[in-house]
């Protein structure tokens, strides 16, 4: 198995919904419209590709010059604890460069891959909930 890596391919909605549910990740997969714009509102989007299959996904919102904000990491739970987050994460890295910050919010069960990568745990965060 040779993973691929690709920054802004061009994305199927129904392939990430996929993704999305194999990967475990909450996001609102029945609604593919709202999929659509979640992929195409996004500026840095990477995949990992094994072959055709898409099996991860960072999305993100980013300015290329001082922030970027990672609103998507998923991996299909199959290809799990094979590098693949952390992949994603570096070459999002790479692209941007050393000038930008990377910020995500995590699922309280993901918390420990992001420790493990050497990510740095915040506490400064607020939010506005989303309504639906």
């Known amino acids: 198995m040779k993973i691929s890596?690709?920054?802004?391919?061009?994305?199927?909605?129904?392939?990430?919904?996929a993704?999305?549910?194999s990967s475990g990740i909450r996001r609102p997969v029945k609604n593919i419209?709202?999929?659509?714009?979640?992929?195409?509102?996004?500026?840095?989007?990477i995949c990992a590709k094994d072959?055709?299959?898409?099996?991860?996904?960072l999305?993100?919102?980013t300015d290329f010059s001082y922030c970027c904000y990672v609103s998507d990491l998923a991996v299909?739970?199959?290809?799990?604890?094979?590098?693949?987050?952390?992949?994603?994460?570096?070459?999002?890295?790479?692209?941007?460069?050393?000038e930008v910050m990377i910020l995500l919010l995590s699922a309280?069960?993901?918390?420990?891959?992001?420790?493990?990568?050497?990510?740095?745990n915040i506490q400064n965060a607020w939010k506005i909930a989303r309504k639906r």
């Open 5 to 17: 890596y690709v920054i802004n391919p061009d994305l199927k909605p129904k392939e990430v919904s």
């Open 19 to 21: 993704l999305f549910v």
């Open 33 to 45: 419209d709202r999929i659509k714009r979640m992929i195409k509102n996004a500026n840095l989007t």
């Open 51 to 57: 072959g055709k299959t898409l099996v991860g996904i």
């Open 59 to 61: 999305r993100a919102v």
């Open 76 to 98: 299909d739970k199959k290809y799990q604890h094979l590098g693949i987050g952390k992949k994603l994460l570096k070459t999002a890295q790479k692209s941007l460069g050393n």
């Open 108 to 120: 309280p069960e993901a918390d420990s891959f992001y420790s493990h990568i050497g990510m740095e």
